[in-house]
């Protein structure tokens, strides 16, 4: 079992930066992939980004240079740094783990993004 916990999300104007921060408890070390996920209203969740355990990193194309993915595995934390925002980027964000063995994948609750001036 893992508990994902989201925080850092709130409203920022276009061209601004957001860090978005994911805490993990539970089977931290049975994950095999961390990643974020977006939902705007009316559309289906998509991929921001992912990080593997082994692997390298993955980025959607809408977001490649501008945001960052990252893995902090002493404070069990995955973030999300968030640059040169735009009002598209607006979406609730999720934090996302997988689990090959289990074939299970975990989100936590989400937090609001909002980009607009």
């Known amino acids: 079992q893992v508990t994902l916990v989201e925080s850092g999300g709130g409203l920022v104007q276009p061209g601004g930066s957001l860090r978005l921060s994911c805490t993990c408890s539970?089977?931290?070390?049975?994950?095999?992939?961390m990643g974020w996920y977006r939902q705007a209203p009316g559309k289906q969740r998509e991929l921001v980004a992912r990080?593997?355990?082994?692997?390298?990193?993955d980025y959607a194309d809408s977001v490649k240079g501008r945001f960052t993915i990252s893995r902090d595995n002493a404070k069990n934390m995955v973030n999300l740094q968030m640059n040169s925002l735009k009002p598209e980027d607006t979406a609730v964000y999720y934090c996302?783990?997988?689990?090959?063995?289990?074939?299970?994948?975990?989100w936590g609750q989400g937090t609001q993004v909002t980009v607009s001036s």
């Open positions: 539970g089977s931290i070390r049975s994950i095999n992939v």
């Open positions: 996302n783990a997988e689990i090959f063995r289990e074939s299970t994948v975990y």
């Open positions: 990080i593997p355990t082994f692997g390298k990193l």
